[in-house]
């Protein structure tokens, strides 16, 4: 019996932990590393060797780069601003969604993110090189406005919550707009993205919460 309940405690205490927000900030800071000792991050041609995003190289069957880009970084600046972001909101997020979703809505948002870009870029004819998990970080911001809006009734609660979701966008957009080239097109993509998963994420729950009142 005691073993059983320290088990419980163990598994109950991992679940608390937002293991998937610092695995991917991890993974992010592990690329950068190993690519800067074979290269330079801020060589445009050496990333795009590497996976950035380039709708003329996507536009010739190389999808993949959609994802790929997301974990690549122009430099330690760049890398810091949004692993920095990302535990940030990550932490908060997985607390309140769960990690499968949390992990799955980085992934989605950034992927949508990206695939804005290159339909802005290529309707815009503009050969611009991009990479980074920006459009997944404001992904990540857009389901925990989302989220913490609706996460109290309360008047006074809904005062702080307003404050808090304040913070969290001056926060990343700073830190975007401190990186210096910013593709907002991206960053658009990600945070509707973001919008829509949180949104459905809210309407399941309701949902199930109202068949098991029935």
């Given at each position: 019996?005691?073993?059983?309940?320290?088990?419980?405690?163990?598994?109950?205490?991992?679940?608390?932990?937002?293991?998937?927000?610092i695995a991917?900030?991890?993974?992010?800071?592990?690329?950068?590393?190993?690519?800067?000792?074979?290269?330079?991050?801020?060589?445009t041609?050496?990333?795009?060797?590497?996976?950035?995003?380039?709708?003329?190289?996507?536009?010739?069957g190389?999808?993949?780069?959609?994802?790929?880009?997301?974990?690549?970084?122009?430099?330690?600046?760049?890398l810091?601003?949004?692993?920095?972001?990302?535990?940030?909101?990550?932490c908060?997020?997985?607390?309140l969604?769960?990690?499968?979703?949390?992990?799955?809505?980085?992934?989605?948002?950034?992927?949508?993110?990206?695939?804005?870009?290159?339909?802005?870029?290529?309707?815009?004819?503009?050969?611009?090189?991009?990479?980074?998990?920006?459009?997944?970080i404001?992904?990540?911001?857009?389901?925990?406005?989302?989220?913490?809006?609706?996460?109290?009734?309360?008047?006074?609660?809904?005062?702080?919550?307003?404050?808090?979701?304040?913070?969290?966008?001056?926060?990343?957009?700073?830190?975007s707009?401190?990186?210096?080239?910013?593709?907002?097109?991206?960053?658009?993509?990600?945070?509707?993205?973001?919008?829509?998963?949180?949104?459905?994420?809210?309407?399941?729950?309701?949902?199930?919460?109202?068949?098991?009142?029935?």
């Amino acid at each position: 019996m005691p073993w059983s309940q320290n088990k419980s405690y163990n598994q109950s205490s991992l679940m608390e932990k937002p293991f998937v927000s610092i695995a991917l900030a991890v993974i992010l800071v592990l690329i950068t590393f190993v690519l800067e000792q074979i290269g330079s991050t801020e060589d445009t041609g050496f990333m795009l060797a590497h996976g950035a995003l380039y709708w003329v190289k996507v536009q010739e069957g190389e999808y993949w780069r959609l994802f790929t880009a997301m974990f690549l970084h122009f430099g330690v600046t760049h890398l810091v601003n949004n692993v920095a972001m990302l535990l940030i909101l990550g932490c908060q997020l997985e607390m309140l969604i769960g990690h499968t979703l949390t992990g799955v809505t980085f992934l989605v948002t950034g992927f949508a993110g990206n695939i804005c870009s290159v339909c802005y870029y290529m309707a815009t004819n503009q050969y611009t090189v991009c990479a980074g998990a920006s459009g997944a970080i404001y992904g990540l911001m857009g389901a925990l406005c989302v989220m913490l809006a609706v996460s109290s009734r309360n008047p006074r609660t809904r005062q702080n919550l307003a404050v808090r979701i304040l913070i969290l966008v001056v926060l990343v957009v700073y830190g975007s707009v401190s990186e210096g080239n910013v593709d907002v097109i991206a960053h658009a993509g990600g945070l509707i993205a973001g919008f829509l998963i949180a949104g459905i994420y809210v309407l399941c729950m309701r949902i199930s919460v109202k068949k098991r009142r029935n």
